[in-house]
């Protein structure tokens, strides 16, 4: 995963939390559950950047 993939991942999950945040205390429950998909969308990037890295790693090992 690049440098800026992660900074980009974490920036989106950081934004999700923070519309959570400003959701609940604002009681906009809307504005909760945009934040929770967009942290979850963060999250399944992430994974999937891992799992394409785990990849490279292995075709890395019989290289």
């Known amino acids: 995963m690049s440098f800026t993939d992660k900074v980009k991942n974490e920036a989106e999950e950081l934004s ?3 519309k ?3 959701g609940r205390a ?3 429950e ?3 559950a945009e ?3 967009q942290e979850t969308e963060a999250h399944a990037k992430k994974a999937g950047e891992h799992v394409k ?3 490279k ?3 890395d090992a019989f290289s």
């Open 16 to 18: 999700g939390k923070a």
């Open 20 to 22: 959570q945040a400003v």
């Open 26 to 28: 604002t009681d906009n």
């Open 30 to 32: 809307r504005l909760v």
């Open 35 to 37: 934040g929770q998909a």
């Open 53 to 55: 890295d785990a990849g």
């Open 57 to 59: 790693d292995v075709r």
